[in-house]
Nanobody
Framework: QVQLKESGGGSVQAGGSLRLSCAAS????????MGWFRQAPGEEQEFVAHISWNGDSTYYADSVKGRFTISRDNAKNTAYLQMNSLQHEDTGVYYCAAKTWASPDFGSWGQGTQVTVSS
């Protein structure tokens, strides 16, 4: 497993932007696909975005397409989630997760970072 640490959360008004970072403690960050998930109060955790090990492939939940961008810098062992045009419905705890090519599931998770969007 890999240790993951999110940062960059905070409070912002609707229409604003935030950039989340996920730092991974591993010497083989490029061996992992990365994902972002979120959980709103009283709701189940939901998928937000995914990026392949080399960044060539990305996909997003319909609710964030065109507003959020996932990226990674393998030289810095870090994945990012750029969030623009934030809406109140984007409020929640955001988690990054990692999985190897051999695993169908995300096996490593961060502690999460709170994002609060006020309308």
């Amino acid at each position: 497993q890999v240790q993951l640490k999110e940062s960059g959360g905070g409070s912002v008004q609707a229409g604003g932007s935030l950039r989340l970072s996920c730092a991974a403690s591993t010497r083989v960050f490029s061996a992992y696909a990365m994902g972002w998930f979120r959980q709103a109060p009283g709701e189940e955790q939901e998928f937000v975005a995914h990026i392949s090990w080399n960044g060539d492939s990305t996909y997003y939940a319909d609710s964030v397409k065109g507003r959020f961008t996932i990226s990674r810098d393998n030289a810095k062992n870090t994945a990012y989630l750029q969030m623009n045009s934030l809406q109140h419905e984007d409020t929640g705890v955001y988690y990054c997760a990692a999985k190897t090519w051999a695993s169908p599931d995300f096996g490593s998770w961060g502690q999460g970072t709170q994002v609060t969007v006020s309308s």
